[in-house]
């Protein structure tokens, strides 16, 4: 089953805009996480939140995490051509045991 | 680094084929999955192992299996490769952190054809 859902599907940018991307999930959770995937790859971890935390900070990249909404955004500031990539989010629920639900992804395309 | 590979990153295979794909992590980590990856769906997860000769179903396990001899390693298995099959298929490890599941490292993808 599908926990987290990205919104938007899809965004096309310039470099050196901001972009933004939410994730919405239905169950209580643990903590949530963001990845990233460039075209044909693995994904790559980007930053975790707990559930006890309202936002984070990891270079350019701003989370934030509303459990009452149950929602987290995604801020990646002055963004880069080599920012261009799918980005997921993923959940884990209570007492999955390291099991992680992610979401169908959102595509973001920054040209220079 | 932490670093994950699989065996191959490209597999076509016919209808009936019985195929393995191969993970191996080198950070001695407990924990190892197999997600299948397709348009529009994201990633879903077909089987995890949290210790040597533990498996677990993941949320489409039908058609699939898996093996784990060895803590390093992490086998996936088609038993009869059907076309519905055709997709990504990635590989994840991570440690155990007893309760706080911790980040998930990847290998680069396995996209097999099932023709």
């Known amino acids: 089953s599908q926990q987290g859902e990205e919104d938007p599907q899809a965004l096309s940018i310039q470099e050196g805009e901001n972009a933004t991307m939410n994730c919405s999930y239905k169950t209580s959770i643990n903590n949530l996480q963001w990845y990233r995937q460039n075209s044909g790859r693995g994904l790559v971890h980007l930053i975790l939140?707990?559930?006890?935390?309202r936002e984070k900070h990891s270079g350019r990249l701003r989370v934030t995490l509303d459990t009452s909404k149950k929602s987290s955004s995604l801020l990646i500031t002055a963004s880069r051509a080599a920012d261009t990539a799918s980005y997921f989010c993923a959940t884990d629920e209570r007492d999955s045991w390291g099991k992680l639900q992610f979401g169908a992804g959102t595509q973001v395309v920054v040209t220079p | 680094d932490v670093k994950v590979t699989q065996s191959s990153r490209y597999l076509v295979k016919r209808t009936g084929e019985k195929v393995f794909l191969e993970c191996v992590q080198d950070?001695?980590?407990?924990?190892m999955f197999w997600y299948r990856q397709d348009p529009g769906l994201g990633l879903r997860l077909i089987y995890f192992?949290?210790?040597?000769?533990?498996?677990e179903k993941g949320d489409i396990p039908e058609g699939y299996s898996v093996s784990r001899e060895k803590k390093e390693r992490f086998s996936l298995i088609l038993e009869s490769a059907s076309t519905n099959q055709t997709s990504m298929y990635l590989c994840a490890s991570s440690p155990q952190s007893y309760g706080w599941p911790d980040t998930q490292y990847f290998g680069p993808g396995t996209r097999l054809t099932v023709l």
């Open positions: 950070m001695d980590h407990e924990n």
């Open positions: 192992s949290y210790d040597v000769k533990m498996k």
């Open positions: 939140i707990r559930s006890n935390e």
